[in-house]
């Protein structure tokens, strides 16, 4: 009887070591994606992302390519509104190439290590290295991470799901959510080429400028085209609608929205400018560039301006963070409410 149960024990133990052994914790399944990220030498990624942040969801087409050391290309594409925008860094600096509109940005910038990137493969990884409370959920196929998120805005979108291929650690899905974990940013990845190799000229300022105005041709109708005005729906301390002016200008109308309160701004919105078809230089940018999620943003001490749909905005505050400025801008949205 007492070699029996000691065949028992010892078989059991057995099976223990071999279950332990088959099986990765998530220390080793972090230590691989930090390796696999560091190895690194160029990708590119294509993926489908989606916003739900207003009325209707936004789609938009992204692909990525990245060489070391710091050296990116993110195109990002509106296909039912024909919206293009790309942001270009290379060791000339930071560049965002609004195509339809013929205007080219430049910062020095420290974009895109100093806030989270769900499309940017070493940016994932970074989240989930310095989320020491990061959980793992393990599937057949698959490694689901859940981590906290390093935007500007993280009271916003604090939380998100990282999804990757538990074979080749490749990514497979990001799904960035609000307070209550709504989904408010999802990203699809199609193709995943960790291995590209890229023409010496690939991320060239000139070339990626001009090949960008071919794909998206300069709108010259932008300036004819009436819009209509947004309203944040973002509710930041007791700020509220105080007042609200339209006046013309040469491109139309210019529509102004003040906002009163311990949090109060003012909201400019005008028809943007097309710039003549001859200018290729970039305009020089004393701030940095902040992903909206929609479009690419600039953010300084005191104000954040972008462009969408062919409107320009700008938000102005000394009372605002540059959270708080970014969290309202991200709110401009959907079709006009009060």
Same mark, same amino acid.
């Given at each position: 009887? !007492?070699?029996?149960?000691? %065949?028992?024990?010892?078989?059991?133990?057995?099976?223990? @070591?071999?279950?332990?052994?088959?099986?990765?914790?998530?220390?080793?399944?972090?230590? *691989?994606?930090?390796?696999?990220?560091?190895?690194?030498?160029?990708? !590119?990624?294509?993926?489908?992302?989606?916003?739900?942040?207003?009325?209707?969801?936004?789609?938009?087409?992204?692909? @990525?390519?990245?060489? $070391?050391?710091?050296?990116?290309?993110?195109?990002?594409?509106?296909?039912?509104?024909?919206?293009?925008?790309?942001?270009?860094?290379?060791?000339?600096?930071?560049?965002?190439?609004?195509?339809?509109?013929?205007?080219?940005?430049?910062?020095?910038?420290?974009?895109?290590?100093? =806030?989270? #990137?769900?499309?940017?493969?070493?940016?994932?990884?970074?989240?989930?290295?310095?989320? $020491?409370?990061? *959980?793992?959920?393990?599937?057949?196929?698959?490694?689901?991470?859940?981590?906290?998120?390093?935007? #500007?805005?993280?009271?916003?979108?604090?939380? #998100?799901?990282?999804?990757?291929?538990?074979?080749?650690?490749?990514?497979?899905?990001?799904?960035?959510?609000?307070?209550?974990?709504?989904?408010?940013?999802?990203?699809?990845?199609?193709?995943?080429?960790?291995?590209?190799?890229? /023409?010496?000229?690939?991320? /060239?300022?000139?070339?990626?400028?001009?090949?960008?105005?071919?794909?998206?041709?300069? /709108?010259?109708?932008?300036?004819? $085209?009436?819009?209509? @005005?947004?309203?944040?729906?973002? !509710? %930041?301390?007791?700020?509220?609608?105080?007042?609200?002016?339209?006046?013309?200008?040469?491109?139309?109308?210019?529509?102004?929205? =003040?906002?009163?309160?311990?949090?109060?701004?003012?909201? +400019?919105?005008?028809?943007?400018?097309?710039?003549? =078809?001859?200018?290729?230089?970039?305009?020089?940018?004393?701030?940095?560039?902040?992903?909206?999620?929609?479009?690419?943003? +600039?953010?300084? /001490?005191?104000?954040?301006?972008?462009?969408?749909?062919?409107?320009?905005?700008?938000?102005?505050?000394?009372?605002?963070?540059?959270?708080?400025?970014?969290? %309202?801008? #991200?709110?401009?949205?959907?079709?006009?409410? *009060?």
């Amino acid at each position: 009887m !007492k070699k029996t149960f000691w %065949i028992v024990v010892v078989a059991f133990a057995a099976m223990l @070591v071999l279950s332990a052994c088959g099986s990765k914790s998530k220390e080793d399944i972090v230590s *691989k994606l930090d390796e696999k990220a560091s190895k690194l030498q160029g990708y !590119k990624l294509t993926a489908k992302m989606t916003l739900n942040m207003g009325d209707e969801p936004r789609t938009y087409n992204i692909d @990525v390519w990245h060489n $070391k050391p710091d050296y990116y290309r993110v195109s990002l594409k509106n296909g039912d509104k024909g919206q293009s925008q790309m942001i270009l860094r290379n060791k000339e600096g930071v560049y965002v190439v609004t195509p339809a509109l013929n205007k080219s940005y430049k910062f020095q910038s420290e974009w895109p290590n100093n =806030t989270s #990137q769900a499309y940017l493969y070493e940016s994932l990884v970074k989240d989930i290295i310095k989320d $020491k409370n990061a *959980k793992l959920t393990t599937t057949k196929n698959q490694y689901v991470f859940e981590t906290k998120t390093r935007y #500007q805005n993280h009271k916003m979108l604090p939380y #998100q799901k990282i999804t990757f291929d538990k074979r080749t650690l490749a990514p497979v899905s990001v799904v960035v959510m609000d307070t209550d974990h709504n989904p408010l940013v999802k990203v699809k990845f199609s193709k995943v080429d960790m291995k590209a190799k890229f /023409d010496n000229n690939a991320f /060239d300022t000139r070339k990626n400028m001009t090949g960008a105005k071919l794909e998206i041709p300069v /709108d010259a109708k932008i300036n004819s $085209k009436e819009f209509s @005005v947004k309203y944040p729906t973002a !509710k %930041i301390g007791n700020t509220k609608l105080l007042d609200e002016q339209e006046v013309s200008t040469t491109n139309g109308k210019r529509a102004v929205l =003040t906002y009163t309160g311990d949090k109060s701004y003012t909201l +400019i919105q005008e028809r943007s400018e097309v710039m003549p =078809t001859s200018s290729m230089d970039a305009t020089p940018i004393n701030g940095d560039v902040v992903n909206l999620g929609f479009t690419f943003g +600039i953010l300084t /001490d005191h104000s954040i301006s972008w462009s969408d749909n062919g409107v320009d905005y700008m938000v102005a505050s000394k009372h605002l963070t540059k959270d708080e400025m970014v969290e %309202i801008a #991200q709110s401009v949205q959907g079709e006009p409410e *009060k």
